[in-house]
């Protein structure tokens, strides 16, 4: 396919060309991938600044959407790609062909760095989705920053830099820059522009930023960093937003208050314990969900209305395929269960077949097909069965379908149960307030104003 690059992509290709260091925050469905490529191709066959590229993704993004995108365009001819994912002998082959561009999905960060030792043989590296470099104590971002010194360039992709708050930069900077720009410490980072706010006692558990640190905070990456919205560049089709409220029985409703205010429910033969009030939310989510995870591992069912309004849902579509987001692992059962014909969406296969229309009601979690998956072909219907409080997954799933080359209107169902925590999860996910504490606040206000 001939490449005709929109003014904002060519854009973000060339200030990659132009700046070792890069950090492109575009938004959702704007083609990172292949403003990414175009300048690798550059860099590689034009320029001969560059030998050997390493891609840092998410695993399926690793294995399907690089290599879609390679072969998608005319303009990349000639550059080879090679994807190290999969068992130890794959990745091995992978390596061994010398490929111009190896992908290679962000768990193998520490194994890659452990194989090459001294020898590392990548002079530029692309992190796709460099949100996920935010943690500071993770194995991939400990690795990756012991082999920046043997970086030439640098790429650092993601439409969601901050979506828990500025606290995310540091690290994400701290592996493009090596400490230049927000410092090398985080506690620098955290003193020169945060101060304390929730704590207990001596111990500060939060921070917050202090008056005009945000703006200082951007003015210190400006030089090296692009930052773009879907909305400024991309005309996309009309976009629904629908919150779908379910009601509990009273008996269900007696169940859950039960367990909110008790911490602790008997469900048949199974006592249901709430250890703390941070395990509290998940419990409370999963019992408006419909079920519950027991102490073996399995789960006791409360209530089918989810996957009630989920089937008049199905009928509702009308022949149209449905994509449905779950988040507990007894959704994906209990869905099956009820709808036999449901195939989630692991593979390239499955992946393949949702974008050719082939599969009528298709399943996604958030934490593993949020990111860089293009499931736009497939239909434009999402339900959310249940929800996260990461904004970032939330955001990056609803990306799948509301993105560039969408062609019909995109209609997102969130199905909510009335006086549960979903009506809280909602709230913080359209305040962009979603902390695991702010949904603990929530348990508590909402405890509080029952006395």
């Given at each position: 396919?001939?490449?005709?690059?929109?003014?904002?992509?060519?854009?973000?290709?060339?200030?990659?060309?132009?700046?070792?260091?890069?950090?492109?925050?575009?938004?959702?469905?704007?083609?990172?991938?292949?403003?990414?490529?175009?300048?690798?191709?550059?860099?590689?066959?034009?320029?001969?600044?560059?030998?050997?590229?390493?891609?840092?993704?998410?695993?399926?993004?690793?294995?399907?959407?690089?290599?879609?995108?390679?072969?998608?365009?005319?303009?990349l001819e000639g550059l080879t790609m090679a994807v190290a994912v999969g068992s130890k002998k794959e990745r091995l082959e992978a390596l061994a062909t010398g490929a111009m561009v190896t992908v290679i999905n962000r768990e193998n960060i520490p194994w890659l760095v452990a194989h090459y030792g001294d020898a590392w043989p990548f002079d530029m590296v692309v992190i796709d989705e460099l949100s996920s470099f935010k943690n500071p104590r993770a194995k991939r971002f400990k690795e990756l920053t012991r082999v920046r010194p043997h970086l030439n360039r640098i790429v650092g992709l993601t439409g969601t830099p901050a979506a828990n708050g500025l606290m995310d930069l540091w690290a994400q900077f701290r592996v493009l820059d090596g400490?230049?720009?927000?410092?090398?410490?985080?506690?620098?980072?955290?003193?020169?522009?945060?101060?304390?706010?929730?704590?207990?006692?001596?111990?500060?558990?939060?921070?917050?930023?202090?008056?005009?640190?945000?703006?200082?905070?951007?003015?210190?990456i400006a030089d090296m960093t692009v930052s773009m919205k879907t909305t400024d560049h991309l005309t996309l089709?009309?976009?629904?937003?629908?919150?779908?409220?379910?009601?509990?029985?009273?008996?269900?409703?007696?169940?859950?208050?039960?367990?909110?205010?008790?911490?602790?429910?008997?469900?048949?033969?199974?006592?249901?314990?709430?250890?703390?009030?941070?395990?509290?939310?998940?419990?409370?989510?999963?019992?408006?969900?419909?079920?519950?995870?027991?102490?073996?591992?399995?789960?006791?069912?409360?209530?089918?209305?989810?996957?009630?309004?989920?089937?008049?849902?199905?009928?509702?579509?009308?022949?149209?395929?449905?994509?449905?987001?779950?988040?507990?692992?007894?959704?994906?059962?209990?869905?099956?269960?009820?709808?036999?014909?449901?195939?989630?969406?692991?593979?390239?296969?499955?992946?393949?077949?949702?974008?050719?229309?082939r599969i009528p009601l298709a399943l996604i979690h958030p934490a593993s097909a949020g990111h860089g998956l293009n499931l736009q072909a497939g239909g434009h219907l999402l339900v959310w069965f249940s929800l996260t409080w990461s904004l970032e997954l939330y955001q990056q799933a609803n990306a799948r379908l509301f993105r560039q080359g969408q062609d019909q209107p995109v209609t997102i169902t969130h199905l909510a149960v009335r006086d549960t925590l979903d009506e809280a999860v909602l709230a913080a996910l359209e305040g962009?307030?979603?902390?695991?504490?702010?949904?603990?606040?929530?348990?508590?206000?909402?405890?509080?104003?029952?006395?």
């Open positions: 396919m001939r490449y005709t690059a929109h003014d904002y992509q060519a854009q973000a290709s060339e200030f990659i060309l132009d700046h070792k260091e890069a950090a492109i925050f575009l938004g959702l469905g704007m083609g990172k991938s292949v403003i990414s490529l175009t300048a690798i191709w550059e860099l590689i066959l034009d320029y001969f600044t560059v030998a050997r590229v390493l891609v840092i993704a998410p695993l399926r993004v690793a294995r399907d959407t690089w290599p879609a995108e390679l072969a998608k365009w005319d303009h400490g230049e720009r927000l410092g090398r410490y985080i506690t620098h980072y955290r003193n020169r522009w945060f101060t304390p706010d929730k704590r207990g006692g001596m111990q500060v558990f939060t921070y917050k930023p202090r008056e005009g640190a945000e703006e200082e905070i951007y003015e210190a089709p009309p976009l629904t937003m629908v919150t779908q409220m379910v009601e509990m029985s009273e008996a269900e409703a007696r169940k859950y208050e039960r367990l909110k205010k008790d911490m602790v429910l008997t469900l048949e033969d199974h006592v249901i314990d709430a250890a703390n009030a941070a395990a509290l939310p998940g419990k409370l989510l999963q019992l408006a969900s419909g079920a519950i995870c027991t102490a073996d591992g399995n789960h006791v069912t409360v209530h089918d209305r989810k996957l009630d309004a989920l089937e008049d849902l199905v009928e509702a579509a009308n022949g149209e395929n449905l994509l449905v987001a779950y988040w507990f692992k007894h959704d994906l059962s209990r869905i099956r269960e009820r709808f036999p014909h449901a195939r989630e969406l692991k593979t390239s296969q499955d992946i393949a077949d949702w974008n050719a229309g962009k307030d979603t902390t695991q504490e702010r949904l603990i606040d929530a348990v508590k206000t909402q405890l509080s104003e029952e006395k």
